[in-house]
């Protein structure tokens, strides 16, 4: 990345851009955004942490995979 520079105490300190700052700041409010949609569409908190919704997403690929065994029959053909 070619930042500008600036020199303080003899060294030369990267500086990040305006341009650089402002895409930082959509990376961070999309990943806000996503997080909210997903947590609303798994029936949680708006505010809850990826962690949680992994975990809540993880619980229920469990319960459904039980259900199928269970309900399913073991031969299609």
Not at 4 to 14: C, E, K, L, S, V
Not at 16 to 41: M, P, Q, Y
């Amino acid at each position: 990345m070619n930042m500008a520079h600036f020199r303080r105490y003899g060294r030369r300190m990267p500086l990040a851009s305006t341009l650089a700052i402002s895409h930082d700041l959509r990376v961070l409010w999309a990943d806000e955004k996503a997080r909210g949609f997903c947590a609303e569409a798994d029936g949680l908190p708006n505010m809850a942490s990826w962690g949680e919704i992994v975990v809540r997403r993880r619980e229920l690929a469990v319960a459904s995979e039980r259900f199928a065994a269970a309900v399913l029959p073991k031969d299609l053909n």
